[in-house]
C-alpha cells in the first residue's frame, strides 16, 4: 500500500495504517519499528507490527519510514500515537485506474468522513488526515482495494481518540 497525504500534510509524520493484530507471531517475530517511547515519562510503549491489508477503524499506529509499506506499528489508542485509522473504504474495478485517480478518490472519501468522525469540519479543524492506498502492484497482485483514512495532530502525538475531539 502506499501513504499519501491530504493538500494540509501531517507535519513531520509519514503515514501508517495499522490492522488486526498477528495472531501469536508478536512474540517469535518482534516489531521492526523502532521503539516508541511516551514523551512524558520516557518509558517504553508496546507495539506490534500488523499487516497494513488488514486495517480496522478505531486502531492506533505510529509512524514508519517509507511510501509503501505492507505492516505498520500498532499501539494501544490509550498510549501516544502519531494516528488512527478512522475511515475505510473499497476501491471498485477491475483495472488499476492511475494513482491520481485513486489519490483523489481518497482524498474526496476521506475529506467527506473527517467531520463525521471529529465533530467539527476540516477547515476548523487543528487536525490533519492522510490515508493508505493500493499501488498497482497490490492492486494487481494482491487484489488489493482497500483505502484507509488516518488522522492526527501536525503538533505530535496524541493519547486516546480524537473522536469527537472537536479540534
Known amino acids: 500500500m ?6 494540509r500534510s501531517l507535519a513531520a509524520a509519514a503515514v501508517l495504517l495499522a490492522g488486526l493484530s498477528l495472531s501469536g507471531c508478536t512474540a517469535l517475530f518482534p516489531s ?43 499501539v494501544d489508542c ?4 502519531d494516528f488512527e485509522v478512522y475511515a475505510d473504504f473499497e476501491l471498485t474495478g477491475d483495472e488499476f485506474p492511475g494513482t491520481d485517480a485513486i489519490n483523489t478518490q ?8 473527517f467531520e463525521s468522525f471529529v465533530g467539527i469540519s476540516y477547515d476548523d479543524s487543528t487536525l490533519g488526515y492522510t490515508y493508505f492506498t493500493p499501488t498497482e502492484g497490490s492492486w494487481t497482485d494482491g487484489d488489493d482495494r482497500l483505502v484507509s483514512c488516518l488522522i492526527g ?4 502525538k496524541v493519547a486516546g481518540t480524537l473522536k469527537g475531539a472537536a479540534k
Open 106 to 113: 481518497a482524498d474526496e472519501q476521506c475529506l467527506t468522513e
Open 78 to 81: 490509550a498510549d501516544e500515537h
Open 2 to 7: 502506499k501513504l499519501s497525504s491530504s493538500t
Open 153 to 156: 495532530d501536525p503538533n505530535g
Open 32 to 74: 521492526s519499528a523502532p521503539p516508541a517511547t511516551d514523551s512524558t515519562t520516557g518509558e517504553e510503549i508496546e507495539q506490534t507490527d500488523t499487516d497494513v491489508f488488514a486495517l480496522s477503524v478505531g486502531e492506533c499506529l505510529n509512524d514508519t519510514d517509507g511510501t509503501e509499506v505492507s505492516e505498520v506499528p500498532l
